[in-house]
């Protein structure tokens, strides 16, 4: 908050899954006691983030629908101001994220995983969502994301692109969405890895929550090469951390 973002996001239910080592059972389905952790997370973050700041509740489509529902009704209770709740099912099922939405007080976002326009239309059509979320890594690029963000534009969604990712991505999602007129919000992994603006001639242009794309500093990068071949992007699971599938 300090410097300058007005929204967050974070999973409430991965504080169960990973950090607590909890597993949710394989039905999607959670006990009281992980239910209550979720909800008392949330709270400490909407209390120390303060009612201007807009909360992004993801759930990595890991809830089945009945659980799904309860949730979102249980975290509307608690009153934060609430940006979203993200994949409350997988794209797979536009019919049931549609029913989902049509039970609880939350807006919905989902699309991380929607892969082109064609996926995104039946999602669009049954109305299944108030923010769209396509990720250029995944959805074809910044052509896709540009007919993506076209075609929700005709449901009157807004797109919200989705990136966890490294610098590269942010760029290009910053780039394709200066240049649509439904963008709502861009995701920004504020935490990298520490020599995220070491492979880029020049540090990512991001002043008080705010992508700068306009001039040389927002649109015109080079790769340090050199620095990439130094960090491969080998991922090895912490030995002390469980893991669920």
């Known amino acids: 908050m300090r410097q300058g973002f007005t929204a967050l996001k974070f999973d409430p239910f991965a504080h169960v899954h990973y950090w607590y080592g909890e597993d949710l059972s394989a039905n999607g389905s959670l006990t009281e006691s992980q239910k209550q952790l979720a909800l008392d997370v949330v709270r400490a973050v909407a209390e120390a983030a303060g009612p201007e700041v807009a909360i992004a509740i993801e759930t990595h489509a890991f809830l089945n629908g009945p659980t799904a529902v309860e949730m979102a009704r249980r975290l509307a209770a608690l009153k934060f101001n609430c940006m979203w709740y993200e994949e409350p099912a997988l794209p ?15 807006p919905v976002c989902v699309g991380e995983r929607v892969h082109s326009r064609f996926m995104a239309r039946p999602l669009l059509e049954r109305r299944a969502m108030d923010f769209l979320m396509p990720d250029v890594t995944r959805c074809g690029g910044i ?103």
């Open 92 to 106: 797979e099922f536009p019919d049931a994220i549609a029913d989902i939405r049509s039970k609880i007080p939350l």
């Open 143 to 245: 052509s896709e994301l540009r007919k993506i963000a076209n075609l929700a534009e005709t449901y009157n969604v807004p797109i919200a692109p989705h990136n966890p990712n490294g610098p590269l991505s942010t760029i290009a999602s910053a780039q394709t969405v200066a240049a649509i007129p439904n963008f709502f919000r861009q995701e920004f992994m504020l935490k990298d890895v520490p020599w995220r603006d070491g492979c880029l001639s020049h540090p990512l242009p991001i002043v008080n929550g705010f992508f700068g794309v306009a001039g040389p500093a927002g649109s015109r990068f080079d790769l340090k090469e050199e620095v990439l071949r130094a960090h491969p992007g080998i991922r090895q699971r912490p030995a002390d951390r469980p893991f669920y599938i």
